[in-house]
T-cell receptor, first 114, second 116 residues
Framework: EPEVTQTPSHQVTQMGQEVILRCVPISNHLYFYWYRQILGQKVEFLVSFYNNEISEKSEIFDDQFSVERPDGSNFTLKIRSTKLEDSAMYFC????????????FGPGTRLTVT | AQKITQTQPGMFVQEKEAVTLDCTYDTSDPSYGLFWYKQPSSGEMIFLIYQGSYDQQNATEGRYSLNFQKARKSANLVISASQLGDSAMYFCAMSPQGNQGGKLIFGQGTELSVKP
């Protein structure tokens, strides 16, 4: 069964460093998302991406964040200068579109900023 | 603004019994979707069930059913015949469907523990 994959599973970085989180959505899906979940809290929406552009972003998704779909399969989230409060689980999700609304999540990348 | 409320931080159920997890929502969008996700201790988010706001019948997927009461703005998840593997965090979520972006707005979650 097709699934969303994410790499790495765990990333440790120092404050101020840039990180890139990678995702491979399900191949025939058209809508892509990033969410984050701070430990013990609810899942929060960051950004949605469709037709090679951002369709919506939250207040969390400030100038330090960017997303890219560099080729036909990968979808990346870049954090330019990480802060301690960026420590969280980051989930990528995708959905097919065309009347299908279910979003399928990847296993997540746990980001730890020290 | 859209909001999801899950008022039960934790629930216990005996194995093989049914359990209802509560979810209420608030939205002014005429068209929206309601979702339930399961998050085991391993951390992944597993899609369980979807209900569209215009669907006439309650959604069912195997042992999961969604008790949708539109006038009361509730979308409770019913799990029948609980199994030990059902122990997990459960999140209710909503997505406005007029907006093609389709972001999910999540509640705080309910931690379900199934007792043998």
């Amino acid at each position: 069964e097709p699934e969303v994959t994410q790499t790495p599973s765990h990333q440790v970085t120092q404050m101020g460093q840039e990180v890139i989180l990678r995702c491979v959505p399900i191949s025939n899906h058209l809508y892509f998302y990033w969410y984050r979940q701070i430990l013990g809290q609810k899942v929060e929406f960051l950004v949605s991406f469709y037709n090679n552009e951002i369709s919506e972003k939250s207040e969390i998704f400030d100038d330090q964040f960017s997303v890219e779909r560099p080729d036909g399969s990968n979808f990346t989230l870049k954090i330019r200068s990480t802060k301690l409060e960026d420590s969280a689980m980051y989930f990528c999700a995708s959905r097919m579109g065309g009347g299908s609304y279910e979003q399928y999540f990847g296993p997540g990348t746990r980001l730890t900023v020290t | 603004a859209q909001k999801i409320t899950q008022t039960q931080p934790g629930m216990f159920v005996q194995e093989k019994e049914a359990v209802t997890l509560d979810c209420t929502y608030d939205t002014s969008d005429p068209s929206y979707g309601l979702f339930w996700y399961k998050q085991p201790s391993s951390g992944e988010m597993i899609f369980l069930i979807y209900q569209g706001s215009y669907d006439q019948q309650n959604a069912t997927e195997g042992r999961y059913s969604l008790n949708f009461q539109k006038a009361r703005k509730s979308a409770n998840l019913v799990i029948s015949a609980s199994q030990l593997g059902d122990s997990a965090m459960y999140f209710c979520a909503m997505s406005p469907q007029g907006n093609q972006g389709g972001k999910l707005i999540f509640g705080q979650g309910t931690e379900l523990s199934v007792k043998p």
